[in-house]
């Protein structure tokens, strides 16, 4: 699976949109881009997921360059409670399971 | 829909011991993973489970180990407990395994502490 890079921080003021960027400059064409955020001491929560397209659901918007080298997660009007760590990562659907392998992610904080 | 359970919530045994831990996923998941969180290492990736087998394991010793029943129920094991075992152990259920690609939802871990 591709190395993702991300800030290890970033702030945002609350109601304002959080863009968290991800670069995956080594993702092949069948990796898919997975967002994930864990709360202090909480089970990471799954956000979305894209494979070229972009995405939206009811949490966040995920926007995917043409090349696919880079993301980003948008949260459009951030609360305190979407102070978090945010992992991106690009895995392959593969037969050989389903596990995913977290990096260090993006420690967001938003502030009132 | 319930989401997925995961028991004790809070351990603490000494070394040398062993513990089980529990977890029930999704109702309807047939995949269930396991992952151990420490500050040092992070989220590591234990094993996977699908239809009672292990589908796939991570980089741990064999003093880590687990199964699958058929009601998707899972449980992990781990023997000899060193203080290094501390962490909060995740659980987390898949729809299914392999493709399309599925998303894993997690428990809300269970924080073990050795003493």
């Known amino acids: 699976d591709a190395k993702t890079t991300q800030p290890p921080s970033m702030d945002c003021a609350e109601g304002r949109a959080a863009n968290l960027p991800c670069n995956h400059s080594?993702?092949?064409?069948?990796?898919?881009v997975y967002w994930y955020r864990q709360i202090h001491s909480q089970g990471p929560q799954y956000i979305i997921h894209?494979?070229?397209n972009n995405e939206t659901n009811e949490m966040a918007s995920l926007i995917i360059t043409e090349d696919r080298k880079s993301s980003t997660l948008i949260l459009p009007h951030a609360t305190l409670r979407d102070t978090a760590v945010y992992y991106c990562?690009?895995?392959?659907?593969?037969?050989?399971?389903?596990?995913?392998?977290f990096g260090t992610g993006t420690s967001l904080t938003v502030i009132p | 829909k319930a989401g997925v359970t995961q028991t004790p919530r809070y351990l603490i045994k000494t070394r040398g011991q062993q513990v089980t831990l529990s977890c029930s996923p999704i109702?309807?998941?047939?995949?269930v993973s396991w992952y151990q969180q420490t500050p040092g290492q992070g989220l590591q990736f234990l094993f996977e489970?699908?239809?009672?087998?292990?589908?796939n394991k991570g980089n741990f010793p064999g003093r880590f180990s687990g199964r699958q029943f058929s009601n998707s129920r899972s449980e992990m094991n781990v023997s000899t407990l060193e203080l290094g075992d501390s962490a909060l152990y995740l659980c987390?259920?898949?729809?299914?395994?392999?493709?399309?690609?599925?998303?894993?939802?997690f428990g809300p871990g269970t924080r073990l502490t050795v003493t």
């Open positions: 109702s309807g998941h047939r995949s």
């Open positions: 489970y699908f239809s009672e087998t292990q589908r």
């Open positions: 080594t993702i092949s064409g069948n990796e898919y």
């Open positions: 990562i690009v895995r392959v659907p593969s037969n050989t399971g389903n596990q995913f392998y």
């Open positions: 987390a259920s898949s729809l299914g395994f392999g493709t399309p690609p599925y998303e894993q939802y």
């Open positions: 894209g494979l070229k």
